[in-house]
C-alpha cells in the first residue's frame, strides 16, 4: 500500500516531466516517488519539496491546498480588495466547481494585483480543467501542469509575503503531506 494514496503517480520521473525537467535530467524510472520527496524534504531548499510535492498531487487537490494555504495566511492580514475577491471567488470554486465558478475566478484573477499569490491561485483555478478559450469558441485545454504551477506558486509567494517563510513553507508541506494520505478531507477545519 502506498503512503500516499491520493497520488497517482509512482515514480519521481513522472513529477519531474510534470515539473517540465529536460528529458536528460530526469531521474531513472526506478527512482521512487517518495523517496525522492523525502530527499528533497530533508534538504535545506523546501521550496523545492513544495514544487515537487504540488506537481505529485492530482489537479483538484492540488488547488484546495493551495486555497486553503493562502486562506489561512490572509487571516493574518488584510488584503487588498481585488486580492480578496479573486481568494473569495476561489474558494467559491473550491465548494462548488462549477465552469461559470471557474471562468468568474478567472475573472477576478485577472482583476488581483500581478504579483499576488491570490492572482496566482485564480489562474490555477482557471486552468484546473475545462477549456481556456473564450465562450463559444472552440475548446482548448491547459496542459496539466499549468494548474500545478500556478497553485505551488501561489502557495510561495503567500509564504514569502508572510514575513515567515520558512515556518510557512513548512506548514504547507505539512498540509500537503496530509491531502496526500487522506485527500481533501484532511483541509476540513475541525
Known amino acids: 500500500m502506498t503512503r500516499w494514496p491520493t497520488v497517482k503517480l509512482t515514480q519521481a520521473r513522472q513529477v519531474f516531466a510534470l515539473m ?23 534538504g535545506d531548499a523546501p521550496a523545492d519539496a513544495l514544487d515537487y510535492i504540488a506537481h505529485a498531487l492530482p489537479r483538484q487537490e492540488t488547488v484546495a491546498w493551495a486555497a486553503r494555504c493562502l486562506h489561512d495566511h490572509a487571516c493574518d492580514r488584510s488584503l487588498p480588495i481585488r486580492d480578496q475577491l479573486a481568494l473569495d471567488h476561489a474558494m467559491r470554486w473550491i465548494d462548488e466547481p462549477s465552469d461559470t465558478n471557474r471562468r468568474a475566478t478567472h475573472a477576478a484573477a485577472e482583476a488581483a494585483g500581478q504579483r499576488s499569490p491570490e492572482r496566482l491561485l485564480g489562474m490555477a483555478v482557471f486552468y484546473s480543467g475545462g477549456s481556456i478559450a473564450p465562450m463559444n469558441a472552440a475548446p482548448v485545454l491547459a496542459p496539466p501542469e499549468a494548474c500545478l504551477r500556478y497553485a505551488a506558486g501561489a502557495v510561495k509567494a503567500s509564504a514569502y509575503r508572510s514575513g515567515t517563510p520558512g515556518t510557512t513553507l513548512a506548514e ?11 485527500g481533501v478531507q484532511a483541509l476540513a477545519k475541525p
Open 172 to 182: 504547507a508541506l505539512a498540509l500537503a503531506e496530509q491531502v496526500a494520505e487522506r
Open 20 to 42: 517540465d525537467v529536460d528529458e536528460d535530467d530526469l531521474p531513472p524510472a526506478a527512482d521512487d516517488l517518495h523517496a525522492r520527496y523525502d530527499l528533497l524534504r530533508r
